[in-house]
């Protein structure tokens, strides 16, 4: 079986939606719908881009040697992701520390490595995880630390319904697993 290309996929994703429109009940060729599938398809297929991204190769293409090692931290990175259990969103900010050993990564990078993993269907504590794990290998840290707060709307707008309610997960790795004090300092930094 050949690959579909890139705008067949969407095709067939619009395909489904508009049959998703239909067993809700609405009328997809009523005019404030006629172009809804094809419009959410595409939102679909960015919203889960990261599926068809590299985040090591994301992170290779900015290395630099680096002699120091102590504590970087890059803060409050806002995030975008769609929860895998309801296919709702969730949104935050996430923040990330390493300390290197002989490498340091463009700044923008690590932002970029936030895209790849949230434009995923996510639940957060795997988000924060992924986060930690693709820097520690790409960039063989000494160590990482990402603290990820986050809002679901499939608590917010369905479900038990909590409007101010947030959720924080953290993780870490390296140094960062034997060493409070270093743990400490992360959190210093970020507040």
């Known amino acids: 079986m050949q690959e579909l290309s890139e705008n067949e996929r969407i095709d067939a994703v619009a395909s489904h939606v508009e049959a998703i429109i239909k067993l809700l009940g609405e009328d997809p060729s009523r005019e404030g719908l006629l172009k809804t599938p094809q419009r959410a398809a595409k939102a679909l ?8 991204a590299d985040a090591a190769g ?13 504590l970087i931290v890059v803060k409050d990175i806002e995030f975008y992701s769609m929860c895998e259990h309801h296919i709702l969103p969730f949104f935050g900010k996430v923040s990330i520390g390493y300390i290197p050993d002989g490498k340091i990564v463009g700044l923008s990078k ?22 930690c794990d693709a820097v520690l290998e790409s960039l063989g840290a000494k160590g990482v630390i990402a603290v990820c707060e986050g809002e679901h709307l499939c608590m917010k707008m369905r479900g038990v319904e909590k409007q101010d309610a947030s959720t924080t997960t953290m993780h870490y790795n390296g140094v960062f697993a ?10 210093a930094a970020i507040r």
Do not use: K, M, P
């Open 58 to 70: 994301t992170l290779q293409q900015a290395l630099f040697e680096h002699e120091g090692s102590q």
């Open 110 to 131: 690590l932002a970029r490595i936030v895209n790849v993993y949230a434009r995923r269907l996510q639940v957060q504590e795997r988000f924060t995880r992924q986060l």
């Open 45 to 52: 297929w960015f919203l889960t881009s990261g599926y068809r």
């Open 178 to 187: 034997e060493d409070a004090a270093l743990r400490s300092e992360f959190f």
